[in-house]
């Protein structure tokens, strides 16, 4: 089955730091990735969808300039959050999409800014 | 947007099946009805998804109303293994936006 692979699983860092988190599919092309984020015991919540080769879509309230979003190929897309603050501490999770397919998950990144 | 309603939480037995409501009565006529489920401190995990007709395959069966304002994600015999939140999710009007509700826990009892 369709497998996609998110790196690092979790990371903790100092505030002020930028975090890259990767996305990748393994046996399909993603046309479409999506980036979540989930806070505890909520649901996720959409951050942005991303189209191989073009920019981001962001959602309502979401920084663009603080989560830099790339979608360079048909089986990467990279969030790079940048200088990190305590509140920016989540699960980070990416799903990806062959057209109208239905999603794939990652396995998630949980992020702590201390 | 294609809202969807879920109960917050239900309870079963393992060995037992298991009925998961949604309604989503704004869904337009050519949206997928998509279902998931997340396991504690996991991604989500596509279970099945469907447009008209009852789907059945390894996890689950889904039966959807024929005016499709509602399905149902059936588990034929739920397991330990099967604890999760389920979310039903139809995509928005043709431009395939996914967004996740609360979804329904689900709870086993051994």
């Known amino acids: 089955g369709a497998v996609v692979s998110q790196h690092p699983s979790w990371v903790i860092c100092k505030s002020g730091t930028s975090v890259k988190i990767e996305c990748r599919s393994l046996?399909?092309?993603?046309?479409?990735m999506f980036w979540y984020r989930q806070f505890p015991k909520q649901s996720l919540m959409l951050m942005a969808t991303?189209?191989?080769?073009?920019?981001?879509?962001?959602e309502q309230g979401v920084e663009k300039d603080k989560f830099l979003i790339n979608h360079a190929s048909l089986t990467l897309s990279t969030l790079t959050v940048t200088s990190a603050h305590p509140e920016d501490s989540s699960f980070y999770i990416c799903?990806?999409?062959?057209?109208?397919?239905?999603?794939?998950f990652g396995d998630g990144t949980r992020l702590s800014i201390l | 947007d294609a809202k969807t309603t879920q109960p917050n939480s239900m309870e079963s037995n393992e060995e037992e099946p298991v009925h998961l409501p949604c309604n989503h009565s704004?869904?337009?006529?050519?949206?997928?009805i998509h279902w998931y489920r997340q396991l504690p401190s996991q991604g989500p995990e596509y279970v099945i998804h469907?447009?008209?007709s009852n789907v059945n395959n390894r996890m689950a069966s889904l039966a959807i109303a024929e005016d499709r304002k509602s399905s149902t994600l059936i588990l034929h015999r739920a397991t330990l293994r099967d604890a999760a939140v389920y979310y039903c999710?139809?995509?928005?009007?043709?431009?395939?936006?996914?967004?996740f509700g609360r979804g329904t826990s689900l709870i086993v009892h051994p």
């Open positions: 799903s990806a999409a062959d057209g109208d397919q239905p999603q794939h």
């Open positions: 046996d399909f092309q993603a046309t479409t």
């Open positions: 991303s189209n191989e080769g073009s920019k981001a879509t962001y």
């Open positions: 704004t869904i337009s006529g050519t949206d997928y």
């Open positions: 469907g447009l008209t």
């Open positions: 999710i139809p995509p928005s009007g043709g431009s395939y936006i996914p967004t």
